[in-house]
T-cell receptor
Framework: GENVEQHPSTLSVQEGDSAVIKCTYS??????FPWYKQELGKRPQLIID?????GEKKDQRIAVTLNKTAKHFSLHITETQPEDSAVYFC??????????FGKGTMLLVSP | EAQVTQNPRYLITVTGKKLTVTCSQN?????MSWYRQDPGLGLRQIYY???????DKGDVPEGYKVSRKEKRNFPLILESPSPNQTSLYFC????????????FGSGTQLSVL
């Protein structure tokens, strides 16, 4: 089955800096790559996603890039703010009903 | 309001005492799934269902059962809970096809003593 590796497991940045979280996947048939944000004590929520026919997608301060050849995708957060502090999960799927998640990255943004 | 309703929010039980965690969605989604979340292990899929009466195992199905008798409901059953099933559980649904966004329930923190 699909295997998703996510790095780093923790990431500390200063407010205003950029943050990058990277994921690799194993199944070349995977074609959907979402990112979820989970604040402390809350449920995961989708923040951005990308499909395999697109190389990059942006939404305000967040962007996701995909390299199908290398089978990796990344989340970029610019101008980080304290409210960006959370656990971020990447995921991959080739069937929309079955997502395989990475183990998560705890992002800490210090004021 | 579109939502996935999961109950209970917290549950403490003892080894071997059967329990059910309920999950219901009001979005007419065909696809529903259960995940468990453990520190350092992320979200791991337990079971999923593509439609009524259609269920399949995820990555960690041992010790769990599910049923999908109605489209809106997808309960998770632990016939004989053990301490290694102590975890945070999430139910989720998606419309699939053109909308793969997962809608998660609020979670159930289960402790098996």
């Amino acid at each position: 089955g699909e295997n998703v590796e996510q790095h780093p497991s923790t990431l500390s940045v200063q407010e205003g800096d950029s943050a990058v979280i990277k994921c690799t996947y194993s199944d070349s048939a995977s074609n959907y790559f979402p990112w979820y944000k989970q604040e402390l004590g809350k449920r995961p929520q989708l923040i951005i996603d990308i499909r395999s026919n697109v190389g990059e997608k942006k939404d305000q301060r967040i962007a996701v890039t995909l390299n199908k050849t290398a089978k990796h995708f990344s989340l970029h957060i610019t101008e980080t703010q304290p409210e960006d502090s959370a656990v971020y999960f990447c995921a991959a799927s080739k069937r929309y009903s079955t997502l395989t998640f990475g183990k998560g990255t705890m992002l800490l943004v210090s004021p | 309001e579109a939502q996935v309703t999961q109950n209970p929010r917290y549950l403490i039980t003892v080894t071997g005492k059967k329990l059910t965690v309920t999950c219901s969605q009001n979005m007419n989604h065909e696809y529903m799934s259960w995940y468990r979340q453990d520190p350092g292990l992320g979200l791991r899929q337990i079971y999923y269902s593509m439609n009524v009466e259609v269920t399949d195992k995820g990555d960690v199905p041992e010790g769990y059962k599910v049923s999908r008798k109605e489209k809106r409901n997808f309960p998770l059953i632990l016939e004989s809970p053990s301490p290694n099933q102590t975890s945070l559980y999430f139910c989720a649904s998606t419309g699939g096809a053109t909308n793969e966004k997962l809608f998660f329930g609020s979670g159930t923190q289960l402790s098996v003593l």
